[in-house]
């Protein structure tokens, strides 16, 4: 049997790890001297929290080999083999833990790492396509290469309502923030070829730049494919999502239309009230 794992930057929902069977191995939150497990015993709120008191991004970290090799343990002493997702490996050394701890465990001809060279529900998409095959019978190296082809055609924006947490947390320059801020400017950050960029700055409300934001992209989603998207927000405006949702719903397109929240690492360093649509673009004819 193939299991599929993944870190916890993948940002799914309780209802989808449990409807495909994903097991989660957690990134870890620093809160000043205080170290957390992403998702298992620190909130999001008690994120922003602490960050809003001391005026600082919460740092993060990698799994620890230990936690990886507890997590993979069982599996390969019942003789499954792992398919596993990391966060872009520029962003983070998850998944060279999870190569570390297969090397421990002396299987690495039976957990195969894969790097998404994404982040949140970008992840995330990877890791329920690799689900679906897997319940359905197929081998690990058919899901690993499926997922070669995937991964360039995953489409992983969002934007931002302050920049004050990614300049806090290094990804942005004080004067950017200052000025973004005064000048309510929002940007689309996107991730490309497993890093984040930079992309269109749009102006005003944030509930109005959401709205921009998914509406520019209606030709791409128009052509995405079919099977499913993600609405992934860091605590938005519960109207908001709804309008993304309805808007969504009207293009046709897709089969499945998932909402998640951010977890811990990915709320850390976007702050709250972000809000991004993913999807996978359709193979090219």
């Known amino acids: 049997m193939v299991r599929i794992i993944s870190d916890s930057t ?23 001297e205080e170290e957390y497990e992403d998702g298992r015993n620190i909130t999001i709120e008690e994120i922003y929290a602490w960050s809003e008191a001391h005026k600082e991004t919460p740092k993060t970290s990698a799994p620890s080999i230990e936690s990886a090799v507890t997590l993979f343990a069982p599996y390969i002493e019942r003789g499954d083999e792992i398919v596993c997702f990391s966060i872009s490996g520029s962003m983070s050394a998850s998944g060279n833990i999870m190569r570390m701890a ?25 890791v329920v396509e690799a689900a679906v ?14 997922m070669e082809e995937l991964i360039p055609r995953v489409r992983a924006s969002f934007v931002v309502d302050t920049l004050v947490y990614l300049h806090r947390g290094g990804r942005c320059s004080g004067l950017a923030a200052m000025a973004g801020g005064a000048l309510k400017l929002h940007p689309r950050i996107q ?9 269109k700055k749009y102006r005003g409300s944030i509930d109005k730049v959401i709205m921009s934001y998914v509406r520019d992209m209606e030709e791409e989603l128009k052509a995405a ?17 709804e309008q993304v949702r309805e808007y969504l719903k009207s293009l046709d397109v897709f089969s499945e239309i998932w909402e ?4 811990g690492v990915i709320s850390s360093h976007c702050g709250p009230g972000t809000l991004g649509v993913l999807f996978i673009a359709s193979a090219e004819k």
Request: proline share 2%; glycine share 8%.
């Open 10 to 32: 993948c940002d799914l929902c309780p209802e989808l790890l449990e409807k495909y069977e994903i097991a989660i191995l957690p990134l870890h939150i620093l809160l000043g």
């Open 102 to 126: 297969a090397e421990q465990l002396e299987a690495e001809s039976r957990i195969h790492v894969i790097d998404s060279q994404n982040l949140s529900t970008g992840i995330g998409l990877l």
């Open 133 to 146: 095959m897997a319940k359905e019978g197929r081998t690990s190296e058919e899901i690993v290469q499926r």
């Open 191 to 199: 991730v490309s070829d497993g890093a984040m960029q930079s992309g």
């Open 225 to 241: 494919d079919r099977t499913r998207v993600f609405i992934t927000h860091s605590g938005c405006d519960r109207e908001v999502v």
């Open 260 to 263: 998640t929240r951010a977890g």
